[in-house]
């Protein structure tokens, strides 16, 4: 089976063309598996945003 980040990849790669459950039901991921992959990347995107944010705000911190 290949890694879910691949097939996730693969997913997005065609999903306009053909649609997420049309390709899930050829590949070995279940959509509900497609879309738990996808919520945990925007996840993680989110934190480097707010990670990048923080880190720019420091200064104003250590002025107080």
């Known amino acids: 089976r ?3 980040e691949t097939m996730t990849t693969f997913i997005d ?3 306009n063309a053909y649609g997420v459950e049309p390709i899930c ?3 070995p ?3 509900s598996t497609y ?3 996808k919520a945990r ?3 993680r995107n989110a934190q480097a945003v707010r990670a ?3 880190i720019g705000e420091i200064p104003d911190l250590v002025s107080l």
């Open 2 to 4: 290949p890694p879910t």
């Open 13 to 15: 790669d065609h999903r």
């Open 25 to 27: 039901s050829v590949l």
């Open 29 to 31: 991921i279940a959509p």
């Open 35 to 37: 879309y738990e992959q």
């Open 41 to 43: 990347q925007a996840e």
């Open 52 to 54: 990048a944010q923080d």
